[in-house]
Nanobody
């Protein structure tokens, strides 16, 4: 499965961004999709997961209540809505399903 990410960018603290992960391949709908983030010099950190059907989501404590995952299996796309962003959310974000990874998207939260 090939994953292509979009979204991200620069936002002020308290702002919002939406990341998208679009997949080519029908198996995308059969697997959970996860988001991770990584800051230079640190290990990649799990952020959130969504079940194949989209009814179950899980979030890291650091983003719970601020980030929301959703998926549109008709469009083979998963969205990560990020609200009330903080400086510490600054990272490169990656989507993942199975052994496939997106290309990474920079999110920078800064005043």
């Amino acid at each position: 499965v090939q994953l292509v990410q979009s979204g991200g960018g620069l936002v002020q603290p308290g702002g919002s961004l939406r990341l998208s992960c679009a997949a080519a391949g029908s198996t995308f709908r059969e697997s959970a999709t996860k988001w991770y983030r990584q800051v230079p010099g640190k290990e990649r950190e799990w952020v959130a997961s969504i079940s194949p059907g989209g009814k179950q989501t899980n979030y890291a404590n650091s983003v719970k209540g601020r980030f929301t995952l959703s998926r549109d299996n008709g469009e083979n796309t998963v969205h990560l809505q990020m609200n009330n962003l903080r400086v510490e959310d600054t990272a490169v974000y990656y989507c993942n399903t199975g052994s496939s990874w997106g290309q990474g998207t920079q999110v920078t939260v800064s005043s």
